[in-house]
């Protein structure tokens, strides 16, 4: 069975702090995705990697960088936390090789910067 | 880049009434069509895809959509709904750059 982990379903960190998501997939993936989910905006992409120390912006990247030092690995960065960066934070991967198939999701992390 | 359009973000129906979700996609080149399902509480699962053949795919639940490549669009539908099918739908676009775009989702409830 397919799985993506986020190492946390609920965070609350302060404005200014440093903060990490990690997330990790054991299907050997070589896309990894970084979303934001808030009502009424769907999901908006961050970053995206398709291969190891390779990443791309999406359409919403500032504020945020990424690592990915391994394959299975993608983390998210928050540089200095801020309060608009309260948000349900979603990763997800999917095959390279072949466009033909579907991203899978983690169960996401519910980020609240106070 | 690709972009996707859902229409009417709240939905809200009685059960056995049928439902149909709009999505429109831009992107000029060759791509896949995804819709996926969030449940209250759960995370998201794929209901159903399109990557090339028949343009009406039939998915889990008995959800089903059609492909218009003329209109750029890929509607769900599903004939008779249950309480259960109450959840979000996204519509998602997946094109050469496997960048994999999503639109702002539909909000369904069904009332029993």
């Known amino acids: 069975d397919v799985k993506v982990t986020q190492s946390s379903r609920y965070l609350v960190k302060r404005t200014g702090e440093k903060v990490f998501l990690e997330c990790v997939q054991d299907?050997?993936?070589?896309?990894m995705f970084w979303y934001r989910q808030d009502p009424g905006l769907g999901l908006r992409l961050i970053y995206f990697?398709?291969?190891?120390?390779?990443?791309e912006k999406g359409d919403i990247p500032e504020g945020y960088s990424v690592s990915r030092e391994k394959k299975e690995r993608f983390s998210l960065i928050l540089e200095s936390a801020s309060t608009n960066q309260t948000s349900m934070y979603l990763c997800?991967?999917?095959?390279?090789?072949?466009?033909?198939?579907?991203?899978?999701f983690g169960q996401g992390t519910r980020l609240t910067v106070v | 880049a690709q972009s996707v359009s859902q229409h009417n973000h709240h939905v809200i129906l009685s059960e056995a009434a049928s439902l149909e979700l709009g999505c429109n996609y831009s992107y000029g080149g060759t791509v896949n069509l995804f819709w996926y399902v969030q449940y209250p509480g759960q995370h998201l699962q794929l209901l159903l895809k399109y990557f090339s053949g028949d343009p009406l795919v039939k998915g889990i639940k008995g959800f089903e959509a059609e492909f218009i490549k003329s209109k750029f669009s890929f509607n769900l539908r599903k004939p008779s709904v249950q309480w259960s099918d109450t959840a979000e739908y996204f519509c998602?676009?997946?094109?050469?750059?496997?960048?994999?775009?999503f639109g702002k989702g539909n909000q369904v409830v069904v009332i029993p």
């Open positions: 997800a991967s999917s095959l390279w090789r072949n466009m033909n198939t579907e991203a899978f």
């Open positions: 299907m050997d993936h070589e896309n």
């Open positions: 998602a676009v997946n094109g050469w750059n496997n960048r994999l775009a």
């Open positions: 990697s398709y291969d190891v120390k390779m990443k």
